[in-house]
């Protein structure tokens, strides 16, 4: 297991209910399935991830967080200095800029 | 009889038959009285012998009567038993006139004695026997002093003797014969040795086939049987016996040849062999046709194995040398009658030359007269002109080779003189002055004095040769020539140009005779081939030397450099020039190479317009003087200048040559028929080239009509008139036209495709026909594949890489338009790609925005089977008539019946390279490198071979490679070379030692039929000490070829081949040793790959050590197939060419070399390893992530795809760094079997895409043996592309 699930707090005056959560580390083939577990098990049923911290993401990561999106109300969040953005974008995931955005979309004031 | 006293009586009981012997002998009877008589000494010395094992014999009291023990009996004979205690003098008797002397020497003396190998002629059975014997003779010594007898020790040694004699001569005689260059001199020889050696070849006598009535008749015989030896062999044959091993016994001598006896007397021996030479197998049967040795064997030695084989030995010896004295005069012969054709061709030449001289001076003379009595503004005189100009070129390309007939001949001498080099040259170069201003090139004379001894007129043909060669290929620039002393005292002169330049491949061919550039882009294409082989001629007889520089694109540089000039007779070099420019053939042909600056005259004309395309200046203007008459003409020089102004005079007719610079008649011919404008043009194409081939080839290529040169000028125009009619009944019928068009193109097609050689190549020929391709822009081709489920499919035109790769393979039952239409073989038309089903719009997005519209056909067999489907793509959205899907399914069935034909020839070529691959697959790798291989068969002949290569995984860290090559073709080779093979990867695994496993694979070679001469080299290499160790049998050096591209030849560890018995075995045989640090490659290859006929092998080997030194910072599989393709000759390879190649696991500062197991584990620590290395390179972290991310997916499909996550296969990175960009190269060792476009909603999909879309490019490279995606990283562009994004 080399990946961390890092809870995000909503910020400061923000009243949110969803939570979020960072990935850091690596994700690719060998533990793609370890880690959409351990999503799945957060988004109840809704969950903002963060992909931006993240050293390494491939493939199989996309198409785990495609499952999620089709399966639970899940928001990405991938920050413009992110180095997994070109591959995002490559791939035509959707996401935000950033956890605000991201918070904003998914909870309608 | 009780008297043996006890001592003796011991010994006897344990002295054998001899023992025996002695204890009942009724010695009180005996001269030698009672043993117990015996003095103390004798008793000792014959109990000693009796216990002795070795033959031993005691010589007692007066008489010298024998004692002998069981060692001694063989010595006797049939001597035994009566010679116990019998006198020596009686037992001996036959040779006692020897031995008596030596043995009253020891009586008397008391002196022992010994003798080695001294020659005894003992008679046995009545046979007087040549034997030797090593023995000593020593006293016996009584207790008084006295002598009481002699006591012998002896040894035969008969027949190592022999063995040592024969030994001898059968070396003198392979001395002798070494230098035996006809069969006269080998059988002279044969006979002289054997005369020398009487004792084993009492006499020998040859029988050889006359040269005359080809009868066999004594050609020969030693010394003393010259004269007596029958003629014929009937003599011999007619009698005795053949033995089983084919010798005939001849019995009987004697009796047989009575004066033989009389003159060899009492040695005459008794019998003979009779041995077939020359190499027929089996028995001489009759004396008529068979050469033979006839042998007479010492009636002193038995005919036993080792005679026999002795005999054998000397024939073999003979007929050997006979097969290569004949070899030797076949070969010599070969050598005189191709001398006497080059000569006869050369005399041929001379004769025809002068011939022509005649007439042709004949019809000059009085042309000038005529045209010098004509006004210059004539119509004749301009024809005369033409006539002229001509006839001087024939007369002059006629003079060259006369002159250089008679230089091959040696009948031309240079008549030398002492000239300013300098002045004599810039006089004759002067004359192209105009010409080169006319042209608009520079002409720049640089001459400085020099004094050289030179023939003035063999000067002028070399510098006017060069100088019009110079122009002939300097389109644009200058030429420059100039001349001075040179450093050693003589002189130089160069002749630079600016022109198109010589490829490197074809300079050393450049002053052979007859040949010329291929594809030169001169300002013609006209020429003989002689000029420059004139030139070296002419330079060679001056003592001169001659080479070239030569850089493709930016000019030739001919430098001829003469010596310095003896004191001789000086010429005037005004008379030279003088002569020069009096009449210069060279410039003035020069002139007629000169452009038409194309006479463009499309005024309002009613005159329809012919456009004419040839080099030659005069068939132009012959051309345009006939057509002129009823036509408008506009002229082109070359084929480009022929398209430009078709396109710009939209002539009605086009009338073109075939051989032609820039671009030649079938060329200009496929551009008019691509061109949509101009796609009905009619075409008439001339050609001095006759024959049906030439003919269909024109008309293939899209010509109306061929003309065959020389054609009259009413043929010409009756066809231009023709064709013209027949294009005006084409227009006269506006809605015909496109339907004509369209039946041509469709025509056209079908001929195109008959010559297609790949799917690819007929895709690419219907998108090159907008009329039958309705000008689509991509094309696809989807074949089913064996199991009939899925369709393999083949791309051209515009479709970016990643599509083509993610749609390669296709299972019938997927979403995919190809698929769709060859499963339910209907029709698809599809206007707008947007709005097709949904099941479609994945497809349809992963095409846009190259495809928007398509058409799909299925393909069908002659028996209605489906085969695949074709479809045709548009880039945007495109209204599809009826008449549109009409002409679709026409090009469809073209097609199915083009890939029909192609893919029974593919099957084929599967079947051989699946039995090569099955043969030569890598299979099981090894994660200590990147190991690649390529197999060439040779030439065209798809075919099994001998050569192979092998890797053997040896541990962690630890590879062992082999390359090998076993002598011959065909199945039986490839059946020794994969049980080669499997021994080699068995002896592999079992020592780590490089000797020492071919040792085991010698031995094991040795046991197989045809493994003789098999070569082959073994590596094993160490990535962890960053070393091979290796051994060669006899197989071409390996190399390794350092990250900086220096080559290291290993050329230790040197064996000989495998399986070679003649070579003594070499079982201390060195391995070698040599460094391999991280970077480097390791290559084995076979000889096929260096050997060219009539090439020395050097050659080979720096021609081989270019082509490695460029693949310092390729991959392994690109290194094997850019190796491959470089080291082709022009015909092909003649042998087939193996080639393995490793580069060790490693990190070094500029490359990265990596290899794993198939398991989805091993990415996270390759990945982990190779960051370490982007992180030293000090990459940007976004570069670093996209290289990490590429190459990880490429992994992953590797791992998936190619090696079916089987984790005793392996796959490979090679990653190399330089100042402006990475590239990485990902191999795989398997075939890609699975559906590549269904898992496009699973992660496969999208690692295609970012395999693509983050690498500046990528390309995928697959072959037999496994897939190699390569991607390269520009560092500067990754880093505009992220700042991009990030903002």
Redesign the interface.
């Known amino acids: 297991v ?1 990946f961390e699930l890092r809870p995000v707090g909503p910020p400061a005056g923000a009243g949110g209910t969803v939570p979020a959560v960072q990935i850091l580390g ?1 994700v ?3 533990n ?1 399935t370890d880690v959409s577990n351990a999503l799945r098990e957060l988004a109840s049923p809704t969950l903002i991830i963060d992909l931006s911290p993240v ?9 785990m967080i495609d499952r999620l999106l089709d399966e639970a109300r899940v928001a990405v969040v991938i920050s ?2 992110s ?5 995002a ?3 035509n995931l959707p996401f935000y800029d950033s956890l605000t955005d991201a918070r904003t979309s998914m909870e309608p004031a | 009889m009780g008297s043996v006293p006890a001592d003796l009586r011991t010994a006897a009981s344990l002295g054998g038959e001899m023992g025996s012997r002695i204890l009942s002998c009724d010695w009180p009877a005996h001269p030698l009285g009672d043993p117990a008589e015996w003095s103390a000494a004798v008793r000792t010395t014959v109990a000693t012998a009796l216990a002795c094992r070795f033959p031993a014999v005691l010589w007692l009291g007066d008489q010298l009567r024998l004692i002998y023990n069981d060692g001694y009996i063989p010595m006797l004979g049939d001597k035994h038993p009566a010679a116990l205690g019998s006198a020596g003098s009686d037992v001996w008797w036959d040779i006692w006139d020897v031995i008596c002397p030596l043995l009253d020497g020891v009586v008397t003396t008391g002196k022992a004695t010994w003798f080695d190998d001294l020659k005894l002629m003992v008679v046995n059975d009545g046979r007087r026997r040549e034997r030797y014997f090593t023995f000593t003779y020593s006293p016996i010594i009584g207790a008084g002093g006295a002598i009481e007898g002699v006591f012998c020790v002896v040894s035969e040694t008969t027949e190592r003797v022999l063995s040592e004699r024969r030994l001898r001569t059968l070396s003198t005689l392979a001395a002798a014969l070494m230098d035996a260059q006809s069969v006269e001199t080998a059988l002279d020889t044969a006979i002289e040795v054997c005369g020398q050696h009487p004792a084993d070849l009492p006499f020998a006598a040859v029988y050889a086939g006359d040269e005359a009535d080809g009868r066999v008749r004594l050609r020969g015989a030693t010394p003393g049987a010259t004269a007596v030896m029958p003629q014929s062999l009937a003599s011999f044959t007619g009698r005795g016996s053949v033995e089983a091993d084919g010798l005939r016994l001849v019995p009987e001598l004697p009796a047989l040849l009575p004066a033989l006896a009389t003159r060899l007397g009492d040695d005459c021996p008794e019998q003979g062999l009779v041995i077939t030479l020359g190499g027929t197998a089996g028995a001489v049967t009759d004396g008529s046709s068979t050469a033979a040795l006839v042998l007479g064997l010492s009636r002193y030695t038995p005919l036993d194995d080792q005679y026999r084989a002795f005999c054998r030995l000397v024939a073999d010896r003979v007929s050997a040398t006979i097969a290569n004295a004949r070899a030797y005069q076949g070969e010599r012969r070969r050598a005189e009658s191709l001398a006497e054709l080059d000569q006869a061709k050369t005399t041929f030449l001379a004769n025809v030359s002068h011939e022509f001289r005649t007439p042709l001076t004949l019809m000059l003379g009085p042309l000038d007269d005529a045209l010098s009595s004509l006004s210059g503004d004539d119509a004749l005189a301009d024809r005369l002109r033409i006539v002229q100009r001509n006839g001087r070129r024939l007369l002059r390309m006629v003079n060259a080779l006369l002159d250089f007939s008679r230089i091959e001949a040696g009948q031309s001498q240079p008549q030398l003189a002492v000239v300013d080099l300098g002045a004599l040259t810039e006089g004759i170069a002067s004359s192209f002055a105009e010409v080169c201003r006319i042209a608009g090139i520079e002409l720049v004379l640089d001459c400085q004095a020099a004094r050289a001894e030179a023939d003035p007129a063999m000067w002028e043909t070399i510098v006017l040769n060069l100088v019009s060669n110079a122009f002939k290929y300097t389109l644009t620039g200058s030429i420059t020539v100039t001349a001075g002393p040179d450093r050693d005292g003589g002189a130089t002169m160069t002749v630079s140009d600016t022109g198109t330049g010589i490829a490197a491949e074809q300079l050393p061919r450049l002053f052979d005779r007859f040949y010329r550039l291929a594809d030169a882009g001169g300002r013609t294409a006209e020429g003989s081939g002689i000029g420059l082989a004139l030139v070296r001629s002419l330079v060679e007889m001056h003592q001169g030397t001659i080479d070239v520089e030569s850089t493709p694109g930016q000019g030739t540089t001919v430098r001829v450099s003469l010596p310095a000039a003896h004191a001789g007779p000086s010429a005037s070099v005004a008379d030279s020039i003088a002569r020069s420019a009096t009449g210069n053939d060279y410039a003035d042909e020069a002139l007629g190479w000169l452009g038409t600056s194309s006479r463009a005259k499309r005024a309002f004309s009613s005159r329809q317009l012919v456009l004419v395309a040839d080099d030659n200046a005069d068939m132009r203007r012959h051309l345009e003087t006939v057509l002129g008459s009823r036509w408008d003409v506009v002229v082109a020089g070359d084929g480009r200048q022929a398209l430009e102004m078709a396109r710009r005079y939209r002539p009605d007719l086009l009338v073109t040559d075939v051989m032609m610079p820039e671009l030649d008649g079938f060329g200009l011919i496929a551009a008019i028929r691509a061109d949509a404008d101009l796609a009905s043009l009619p075409v008439i194409m001339l050609s001095a080239r006759a024959g049906p081939e030439a003919v269909g080839g024109g008309l293939a290529a899209g010509a109306d009509h061929y003309l065959v040169k020389p054609f009259t000028s009413a043929d010409l125009i009756s066809h231009v008139a023709a064709r013209l009619a027949a294009a005006a009944r084409d227009r006269s019928r506006p809605a015909g036209e496109e339907v004509s068009q369209r039946e041509q193109a469709l025509a056209s097609l079908t001929a195109d495709m008959g010559a297609a050689k790949s799917v690819s190549q007929a895709l690419d020929m219907l998108l090159r026909s907008p009329v039958c391709s309705l000008g689509a822009t991509a094309a696809a081709v989807g074949l089913l594949d064996e199991t009939g489920s899925k369709l393999r499919i083949t791309y051209a035109g515009d479709l970016t890489r990643e599509v083509t790769d993610r749609y390669y393979l296709v299972s019938l039952s997927s979403p995919v338009m190809l698929a769709e239409t060859a499963r339910t073989d209907q029709r698809m038309v599809v206007p707008d790609t947007s709005a097709l089903d949904a099941r479609f719009l994945a497809e349809a997005a992963d095409k846009a925005p190259a495809i928007r519209a398509s058409i799909l056909e299925p393909l069908h067999a002659d028996d209605g089977a489906v085969l695949g489907a074709v479809g045709l793509g548009w880039p945007g959205p495109r209204e599809i008539s009826p008449a549109d899907a009409d002409l679709t399914r026409r090009v469809a069935a073209i097609l199915a019946r083009a890939v029909a034909r192609i893919s029974v020839a593919e099957r084929e070529h599967q079947i051989a390279m699946s039995l090569q691959e099955r043969l030569l697959g890598l299979g099981v790798t090894s994660p200590a490198a990147a190991v690649s291989a390529a197999y060439e068969p040779a030439g065209e002949v798809m075919r099994v071979g001998g050569d192979w290569y092998t890797a053997t995984p040896l541990g962690p860290a630890r590879v062992g490679i082999s390359a090998g090559d076993v002598v011959g073709h065909g199945l039986p080779a490839a059946t020794v070379m994969s049980q080669l093979r499997s021994a080699l990867g068995a002896a592999a695994l079992a020592t780590d030692n490089p000797a020492a496993v071919l040792d085991l694979l010698d031995r094991y070679a040795q046991t197989l039929d045809d493994a003789a001469f098999a070569t082959v080299a073994y590596a094993i290499i160490d990535t962890a000490a960053g070393t091979v160790s290796y051994a060669c049998a006899g197989h071409p050096y390996p190399l390794v070829v350092g990250p900086d591209g220096t080559v290291t030849w290993l050329q230790d560890g040197r064996r000989p081949p495998l399986a070679v018995k003649s070579f003594a075995p070499r079982l201390d045989a060195p391995t070698g040793g040599a460094a391999l640090p991280p970077g480097s490659l390791l290559l084995l290859y076979t000889d096929g790959l260096i050997e060219r006929r009539s090439e020395p092998l050097d050659d080979g080997f720096t021609r081989l050590r270019a082509a490695a030194a460029a693949c310092a910072r390729l991959p392994a599989g690109q290194a094997c197939r850019d190796i491959i393709s470089q080291m082709t000759p022009g015909q092909g390879y003649a042998d087939d060419v193996a080639i393995i190649a490793v580069r060790p696991a490693g990190t070094a500062a500029a490359s990265h070399v990596d290899a794993m197991r198939a398991s ?2 091993e ?2 620590p390759a ?1 982990e390893r190779m960051r370490a290395w982007l992180a030293h390179l000090g990459t940007s ?2 570069t ?3 290289v ?2 590429g190459t ?2 490429a992994l ?1 499909n590797a791992m998936e795809h190619g090696s079916d996550l089987d984790p005793r296969r392996t796959v490979s990175v090679e990653a190399f760094a330089a100042a402006d960009e990475i590239s990485v190269t990902v191999t795989d060792s398997g075939r890609w079997l699975k559906d590549s476009a269904a898992s496009r ?7 295609l ?2 395999i693509h ?2 690498a500046t490019h990528a390309r995928t490279a697959r072959t037999i043996l496994g897939t190699q995606v390569t991607m390269t990283y520009r560092i500067g562009q990754a880093a505009h ?2 700042g991009t ?3």
Do not use: C, I, T
């Open positions: 080399n690596e690719d083939a060998a793609a050293d390494y993401f491939d493939s199989a990561g996309f198409a413009p200095d180095v997994m953005r070109p591959a974008e490559l791939v | 989805f584990s990415l996270r990945r972290r976004a670093v992530h996209d990490l991310l990880g997916e992953s909603a699973s992660q496969r999909g999208r690692g895409k970012l879309g983050l592309k992220e994004a990030r903002q």
